[in-house]
């Protein structure tokens, strides 16, 4: 005798319903495919579980006794489900990570996508800070990474470059700059 999930969560469906048809419709099955799964679970246990009428079914005794297992396995089933959850989440590690507008705008959303799909069980809380608030952040331990501006004090980090954030200046066309390949700050003035 070999009931699958599918067959016990029909079989309370029906039992909880008083009808085969509001059960199977409550599991996502047909009447008749519903109908075929009670009859061989009759047919595997080689006995009537189902007292079938015009207003319904009611259950018999081994219906009473399969009603009280499969509610069992249903409820160790839910158990194993969170168990195993915990374990999951468990297993996840999560990275705090502040960083500048100018980071998150232009440097992380391709990186970190690319990132996270190769790296499913870490999760990033990415937060934007100003970049004198990521380095007091990193150095409270409110975060273990910021990604900042080079111009922010961080005498007392350890300093990485990541990515350089290249500034432009823009002119009319007509300017007196207009067609510099470089300037300096003294320059635009």
């Known amino acids: 005798m070999r009931f699958d999930l599918t067959d ?15 059960g199977a419709a ?5 009447l008749p495919a519903a109908s075929e799964r009670l009859r061989d ?4 246990g080689q006995v009537m579980l189902l007292e079938r009428g015009r207003r319904g079914v009611s259950l018999t005794e081994a219906g009473e006794a399969l009603v009280h297992h499969a509610r069992t396995v249903m409820r160790q089933m839910a158990d194993m489900h969170s168990e195993l959850g915990l374990h999951a989440k468990a297993m996840r590690t ?14 992380l959303p391709a990186k970190l996508a690319t990132w996270m799909t190769e790296n499913p069980r870490i999760d990033v809380e990415l937060k934007e800070r100003q970049s004198a608030d990521i380095a007091r952040a990193v150095v409270r331990g409110f975060v273990e ?7 922010a004090g ?7 470059p990541f990515a350089q954030d290249q500034l432009v ?18 320059d635009i003035l």
């Open 94 to 107: 999560a990275i705090r990570v502040a960083a500048n507008t100018a980071a998150i705008t232009e440097y």
């Open 145 to 151: 990474i910021g990604i900042l501006s080079d111009a």
């Open 26 to 30: 409550d599991v996502g099955l047909s």
């Open 41 to 44: 679970m009759e047919a595997a």
């Open 169 to 186: 200046v823009i002119v009319a066309k007509h300017h007196r700059l207009a067609g510099s390949k470089r300037v300096s700050f003294p």
């Open 8 to 22: 016990l969560r029909l079989f309370l469906a029906v039992a909880d319903t008083g009808s085969i048809t509001h």
């Open 154 to 160: 961080t005498t007392e980090l350890e300093r990485i």
